[in-house]
């Protein structure tokens, strides 16, 4: 993209989603932009599950909770005129770095700011109601229940409103060592506007390897094994489960 009057060579980066597994689990269009880049951003946990398509490329890889310096210094490279790739797990635009790239390209002058691409991937919450059936035919909500960035009060009445509003709700990051009791703060709150008996369905390691499925309940559901990497899906006042399949009906006679 030529020089910039600033006299930065203009790169791109592309947000990639990686899926919620394997690279099976990953789109053509997301696979193209890593074989295509110069440099690969991120976590270095997602980094080590594509490492076989990382050869002869500059890798930028960074902890949990370094997101900010990790994004930054992606752009920049971009910016410096190299095709770089950030990626993210699931999708990148469900709790992944899309919006923290677009946040820190928007601060760059227009004339200097690099060509920025969104990949979409399969978020884990898709992958967790697949192996389940079809719990998310309705409306539903998507609430993390980690508060390092957003306050507790506030994703309480998030969950307060989404029960009383009858749908279904799908909790990304559930359950941590840090955070074993938010889980039944919000099971108490659910519990006051839905049935006890409301299905639920918790998924541990969708699409991976060592993937585990447990159906249960309202009032039962926090006595599994509930870790970051499960996805609990709460059915609404319609959701059966049968057969070992959880359904949420759309509303179709049948």
Known sequence: MGESDGGIGMGKITVVGLGPGGQEQMTPKALKAIQEA?????????????EPLLKDKEVIGTGMMQEVDRCKLAVQTAAEGKNTVMVSSGDSGVYGMAGL??????QYDEAKRPEVDIVA???????AAAVLGAPLMHDFAVISLSDRLTPWELI?????????GDFVIALYNPKSKSRVKNIDEIHDILLQYKSPSTPVGIVKNASRPDEQKIL????????????????????NSKTFIQDGWMVTPRGYKV
């Open 101 to 106: 790239v677009l946040e820190i390209v928007l």
């Open 216 to 235: 249960s309940n309202l009032r039962d559901f926090t006595k599994e094994d509930i870790d970051m990497f499960s996805m609990v899906i709460i059915g």
């Open 121 to 127: 991937g399969l978020s884990a919450v898709n992958a």
């Open 38 to 50: 110069e440099v690969v951003a991120g976590y270095t946990t997602y980094i080590r599950l594509i």
């Open 156 to 164: 309480k009445k998030r969950a307060s409103l989404a029960a009383q």
